[in-house]
């Protein structure tokens, strides 16, 4: 007989029919219902024994965690809380699992710290919550090239190794094959990296934007869906040393046509979600309420998750230069009483309390800045016509912070130049990207999306590291 899954057994109008499932036993009460799952969707299938047609020795590794093949009749189910059952007729265990070694793990049913399900990111995937948060994060990352491709975008795969560092959005993991403890030196007494395997120094990739833009200035939409490193030492609630980016890029789009291509785009994910995950997204939304109310009513959630896809769906972003931005930041009560950390000056970058405060407290929804002073963006992004600021956008959500980062490119031979130079890029590192600019140039503009925090805010999930499979970040590269 073949398989059917969970998912599909469940809504199943057969009853009356054999079927065959299998799965993981989630749990085995009164030596008669077990409870199924397989990953297909959230909800379990109950199984129901007749203990006293199966043999004892049998019935006793039926555990927690031990792997089964059912057979029998699909039934309606007499009990509350789902729909049909399996009247069990053959049982077969495909993988046991040791109850007390079951005990020490993620597995044992109750409630675990996130920390605790961290260490063991290999059994995580069998709890419901992270059962959850995977379903989804494939639903994510299918609906974004969906989105794409329903719009004529092109996925363009760009390197993940790489020789330039032009991007300069952070510290790069080196990529070598030199013995660490006798490396070739040059005359000078430097490492030789002429004699490493690409006779260069090479590192991971800290965005693919660069050759995304070769790309769009010759097929027009495309975008790149793959994983950015960096080196740096944060250890935040939402920086990853390894994640994943989703970076667009079109010619001939403005900084407003980003904005607007970024807004859609968004909501489209959210949308997406609400949509063909309602099951998952029920269990974390009710999830995050029993949560909270363990909390004080300050830290409490003002908008359940649903709410506030729901808002982000059915809501302009707000949209304002960083000029603005420092008046409402000038004009606050956190300013006003010195409750802010760091300053607040133009000129100076726009920090995570600062960024809080204008999503959180001030608007209440999505913003969008732009217009950031030159000096702390990218050497790539287009002048304003004020000579001081650039024509730069960060998004920011409520609860995760900056979700997109991205501008409108210089598209202008010279000014370029002059900022390679200003910002020490060699040419001789940079010259394919300058010459685009030579030949048939055109204003062009992009933007990356974060992917993992955009999985945290349809997932509400508070930690990065919740919402990748095996997260590295500093001093950590388990698994
Ligand atoms: O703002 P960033 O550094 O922008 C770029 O890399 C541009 N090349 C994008 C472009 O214009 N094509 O990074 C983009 C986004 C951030 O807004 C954030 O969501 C996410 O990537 N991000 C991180 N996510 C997890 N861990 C980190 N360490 C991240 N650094 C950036
Ligand atoms: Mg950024």
Not at 396 to 423: M, T, V, W
Request: glycine share 6%; with cysteine; proline share 4%.
């Amino acid at each position: 007989m073949k398989r059917t899954e969970i998912v599909a057994a469940l809504q199943s109008e057969k009853t009356g029919q054999d079927i065959l499932v299998k799965g993981w036993v989630k749990a085995f009460r009164s030596n008669r219902f077990i409870q199924l799952s397989d990953g297909s969707t959230i909800h379990t299938i109950q199984a129901v024994v007749d203990f006293e047609k199966f043999d004892e020795a049998l019935l006793k590794r039926v555990t927690t965690g031990a792997a089964l093949a059912i057979t029998g009749k699909l039934v309606e189910s007499q009990g509350a809380g789902q729909k049909v059952e399996i009247a069990v007729e053959k049982l077969e265990i495909l993988g046991d699992a040791d109850p007390e070694e079951v005990s020490k793990t993620v597995m044992q049913p109750k409630k675990h710290s996130l920390e605790f399900l961290r260490e063991q990111a290999h059994l995580r995937f069998r709890t419901n919550l992270f059962g959850a948060v995977f379903r989804i994060r494939h639903a994510v990352a299918y609906a974004i090239h969906k989105y794409f491709n329903d719009r004529g975008y092109y996925y363009i795969h760009t390197p993940i190794i790489t020789g330039s560092d032009a991007e300069g959005a952070g510290e790069m993991f080196r990529v070598s094959v030199l013995d660490p403890k006798n490396p070739p030196l040059t005359e000078e007494g430097k490492i030789n990296y002429a004699e490493d395997f690409f006779g260069k120094e090479t590192n991971l990739t800290v965005s693919g934007q660069l050759e995304a833009e070769l790309a769009a200035l010759a097929l027009s939409k495309v975008y790149t869906f793959g994983p950015t490193f960096r080196a740096e030492n944060s250890n935040t609630a939402r920086h990853l040393a390894e994640f994943w980016m989703i970076e667009p890029e079109v010619a001939f789009n403005d900084i407003y046509d980003n904005m607007d291509l970024a807004e859609d785009f968004l909501r489209y994910i959210c949308k997406y979600v609400l949509e063909h995950n309602a099951d998952d997204l029920k269990f974390l939304n009710d999830r995050e309420v029993q949560e909270d109310q363990t909390k004080p009513q300050a830290e409490r959630n003002e908008m359940s998750l649903i709410d506030r896809l729901n808002f982000v769906i059915s809501n302009d972003f707000q949209r304002l230069t960083y000029t603005e931005a420092i008046e409402v930041l000038k004009n606050s009560t956190p300013y006003k009483k010195k409750k802010f950390k760091y300053p607040v000056e133009w000129g100076t970058d726009l920090q995570s309390e600062h960024e809080r405060y204008l999503v959180e407290k001030e608007f209440k929804k999505p913003v969008i800045i732009t217009g950031y002073p030159a000096s702390f963006k990218a050497f790539y992004m287009r002048q304003n016509d004020d000579g001081k600021t650039v024509a730069a956008m960060d998004i920011l959500f409520p609860g995760i912070g900056e979700i997109i980062g991205g501008s409108q490119r210089e598209e202008r031979y010279d000014i370029l130049l002059e900022k390679c130079k200003a910002f020490h890029i060699p040419e001789s590192e940079i010259w394919w990207y300058l010459e685009t600019r030579k030949f048939g140039t055109v204003p062009h503009a992009g933007f990356g999306l974060g992917f993992e925090r955009m999985v945290m805010f349809v997932t509400g999930m508070t930690n990065i590291r919740d919402v990748i499979p095996f997260p590295r970040t500093p001093k950590k590269a388990e698994f």
